[in-house]
């Protein structure tokens, strides 16, 4: 179909990433609508809308994850489709089909491919049937702690316990021993409870835990997938995830420093087998764990969504993958050729203390974005606005493009330095901390570098 049909393009999310969607929608010349909350009504994403609705009160339920509320503001603004970012209904394969139902164009993968990979134990089921790599794990839910003692000590300790559904390392814990594996196990439990039904909207009842295998030094790192019309699916380059509080990633950089170029063809191979496992359409990540010490790399989880890092990949290939969502949305297979150039870093500014990463929400009273050849900021606000404790306090997304790593890090420590955020706390002195980081400098990192900076 013609690009045209998509617009008007609803986007359903708020923040940076319906801002960042918001400019691409407009540059090919669709209508962009956003949605919003009571207290983002002045955020630039309204204001930088063809057209906005309030969807509600502060409260996500009540506003951003109630479905019913953004398909009436699809209705009544004529939307024809929608995009819905990451985060909030992204990977809500009973939202997509209800989107679908509805005569709209869902921007993203079909709601089956989301259902089969929303759930980690059938997306690591899928993934070593098809040959791809996974850690040692269990195969069927673990829904008692009798039943995750045993496969503990089958699998051997230390073992990573998570929820079978739900992301951003929201109750994922290590355990190294079975009195370590009681307090994991409650932990991903009540994680568990949250989650369920969240993939499918009609999920198993009680705590679905998945157990595998935990990598002492492991790397994180991710490819980039997208899924065409035609049925090929094209790797574009993988990103260094390994810099995390929490699980959370803070920073992300593409080309990985840690792999050698035999392990990036392997992984960026199997991506594609996994997308092709799953018929998979449009943007997506499959995400790995690299053994530092063993050079070989095993699945993690597979995001049916656009990444928060995408700008890295972006930076490095010179595509832009919403715009590729867009295409790929309205039927068409565009020419993408991979190919990467040079080294893109990106550091996620959060309102939070820099030293223990507690969110520090407040009224920004400066705002000055660094700017300059190779540097990009992708933010959700300005100064004068109020970063409110109702959502995830990312603020913007600093990222940095140079020839070389080397010539990447020093352009990186320079746009921290004239990065000014004033108000709310924030973690660029963290950002300036790691870039002085022996570990980080060298690029031989793994995921417990920050755990090491805060001991």
């Known amino acids: 179909m013609p690009i045209e049909t998509l617009g008007p393009v609803l986007i359903a999310n708020r923040g940076e990433i319906a801002r960042r969607i918001i400019r691409t929608v407009k540059q090919m010349g669709l209508r962009a609508i956003a949605v919003h909350s009571e207290a983002d009504t002045g955020l630039p994403f309204v204001r930088e809308a063809d057209e906005a609705v309030l969807l509600g009160p502060a409260d996500p339920a009540q506003s951003y994850l109630d479905a019913g509320k953004v398909l009436e503001a699809a209705r009544a603004t004529g939307a024809k489709s929608i995009h819905p970012g990451y985060g ?30 929303g759930d980690k134990i059938n997306a690591r089921n899928l993934m070593e049937d098809a040959g791809v790599p996974v850690a040692a794990g269990t195969r069927e839910p673990v829904t008692d702690l009798e039943l995750a003692v045993k496969a503990a000590y089958e699998i051997g300790f230390p ?24 307090k994991a196990y409650e932990q991903a ?33 991710e490819v980039q997938i997208l899924g065409l019309p035609d049925g090929r699916v094209v790797a574009l380059g993988e990103r260094d995830c390994s810099v995390q509080r929490r699980h959370q990633k803070v920073v992300e950089e593409s080309p990985s420093p840690g792999i050698t170029p035999e392990l990036r063809a392997s ?13 998979y359409l449009g943007a997506g990540t499959v995400e790995c764990l690299v053994d530092t010490d063993r050079q070989d790399f095993v699945f993690l989880e597979m995001n049916t969504r656009l990444q928060v890092e995408h700008p890295v990949t972006e930076l490095v290939t010179g595509l832009d993958l919403v715009a590729l969502q ?11 050729r991979p190919a990467t150039s040079g080294h893109a870093i990106e550091f996620r500014v959060y309102a939070e203390d820099p030293k223990r990463f507690f ?24 100064e004068g606005d109020m970063v409110t404790p109702f959502y995830d306090p990312l603020m913007a997304k600093l990222c940095v493009h140079a020839a070389t790593r080397a010539e ?19 973690n660029l002195p963290f950002c300036a901390e790691l870039l002085d980081h022996p570990e980080f400098g060298s690029g031989d990192y793994d995921t417990g570098l920050v755990g090491r900076m805060r001991t």
């Open 326 to 336: 867009l295409w790929v949305a309205a039927g068409e297979s565009p020419d993408v």
């Open 189 to 221: 439990s009540r994680a568990a409870a949250r989650f369920a039904g969240a993939a499918t909207g009609d999920g198993p009842v009680g705590p679905a835990i998945l157990l595998e295998r935990f990598i002492e030094r492991a790397r994180h790192v």
């Open 267 to 279: 992984m960026l191979a199997a991506a594609v087998r996994a997308g092709e496992t799953v018929g």
């Open 159 to 182: 073992v990573m316990v998570k929820t079978a559904g739900g992301g951003g390392g929201i109750g994922m814990s290590v355990a190294h021993d079975e009195a370590g594996l009681v």
């Open 408 to 426: 990447a890090l020093d352009r990186a420590r320079r746009a921290v330095e004239e990065f000014v955020v004033e108000g709310p706390k924030n």
């Open 359 to 382: 969110p520090g929400p407040g009224k920004i009273t400066a705002w000055r974005e660094p700017a300059g050849e190779g540097v990009r900021v992708d933010s959700g606000y300005a």
């Open 88 to 117: 909030f209904l992204a990977e809500n394969a009973a939202f997509a089909r209800a989107v679908i139902d509805a005569g709209l164009v869902w921007i993203g993968p079909a709601p089956e491919a989301i259902a089969r990979m």
